[in-house]
Structures are given as C-alpha cells and as structure tokens.
C-alpha cells in the first residue's frame, strides 16, 4: 500500500478502537502485512481545535496497528490532563497518528 494510503487506515483504526471501548463497534481486522510489522506510534485527539489527548510509545514492542488501536484507547481514556472522552465527543473530535522512525543510538 502507498504510503499516502496508510494514513487514512491508521486513522480509521484509531477510531475503531475508541468507538469499541464505547461499546459502539469493533476494531476490523485488516491483513495487510505493513500493520503487522513491530513500530511506535503517537495518537493524538482534537476537539474544537483543542487538544483533547494525546499517548504514544517511543519503542517498537508490538504490531503497528495494535499499538495504533491501544494509545488511541489510552489517549481518549486515560491521558490523566483530561477527562475521558464521552460518545458525543467521540464523533465529533479529529484524530491523528503519528508513526515513528525506529530510534538510533
């Protein structure tokens, strides 16, 4: 997949993630090899132009779209400057991922 596609996808699975810990879906499996591959990601939650939450890893420990899926949670849920995002909120905030490159020594 070109990189220009990946965004939307990351973006979708971050949605999926705060959307099922609502109770209001599940996140899709998606097979595509590139999401399975170990990297850190940042997700980052607006609402209103506001900054409404924001988790990441800096490490690479598990699959990028399971790490996209659990900071998205962490970011709506547990970033402790805000309070938990509500179902409201949920549909009418932005999201955006942010990959990062592997560290170097």
Same mark, same amino acid.
């Given at each position: 997949m070109p990189e220009a596609a990946r965004g939307p996808v990351l973006v979708a699975i971050a949605r999926e993630a705060i959307a099922e810990q609502l109770g209001r879906g599940i996140v899709l499996a998606r097979d595509e090899p590139w999401?399975?591959?170990p990297a850190a990601s940042f997700v980052t939650l607006h609402l209103d132009?506001?900054?409404?939450? @924001?988790?990441?890893?800096? /490490? %690479?420990?598990?699959?990028?779209? *399971? /790490?996209? %899926?659990?900071? %998205?949670?962490?970011? %709506?849920?547990? /970033?402790p400057r805000f309070e938990p995002l509500t179902? $409201? *909120? @949920? /549909?009418?905030? $932005?999201?955006?991922v942010s990959v990062l490159s592997p560290r170097t020594a």
């Open positions: 999401l399975a591959q132009e506001l900054l409404r939450g @924001c988790i990441g890893s800096i /490490d %690479a420990r598990r699959p990028l779209a *399971q /790490d996209v %899926a659990a900071n %998205a949670r962490a970011a %709506a849920f547990r /970033d179902v $409201a *909120q @949920c /549909d009418a905030g $932005a999201i955006e």
